[in-house]
């Protein structure tokens, strides 16, 4: 199995900043997208930021200039760099990854982390 463990969440005001962490473990033979996804009350999950192996990466509209996402091949880890937050950035933070597994390195696997809140108030 795949293990995806996040931390950095908390409450900050509007302006500051905050990094999420997310790492991956478990049966894992290679990790070929990792990324955030962020959902707000009543709301649907929407992609915020996406990292490939290759260094490929991709914002929401609403989040680029203030998050960067980055990522450790090594440490199967990946960060969210989250500045100049707003409150609309309030919202439970999903990490999420895409990997093959050795005992079938063709076919990807998807997880999904068990989310961690962010809330941004004054």
């Known amino acids: 199995q795949v293990q995806l463990v996040e931390s950095g969440g908390g409450l900050v005001q509007p302006g500051g900043s905050l990094r999420l962490s997310c790492a991956a473990s478990?049966?894992?033979?290679?990790?070929?997208?990792m990324g955030w996804y962020r959902q707000a009350p009543g709301k649907e999950r929407l992609l915020v930021a996406t990292?490939?192996?290759?260094?490929?990466?991709h914002y929401a509209d609403s989040v680029k200039g203030r998050f960067t996402i980055s990522r450790d091949n090594v440490k199967n880890t990946v960060y969210l760099q989250m500045n100049s937050l707003k409150p609309e950035d309030t919202a439970v933070y999903y990490c999420?990854?895409?990997?093959?597994?050795?005992?079938?390195?063709?076919?990807?696997?998807?997880?999904w982390g068990q989310g961690t809140q962010v809330t941004v108030s004054s």
């Open positions: 990292i490939t192996r290759g260094d490929s990466i």
């Open positions: 478990g049966s894992i033979f290679s990790i070929n997208v």
């Open positions: 999420y990854t895409k990997l093959t597994k050795p005992v079938a390195t063709l076919y990807e696997y998807e997880y």
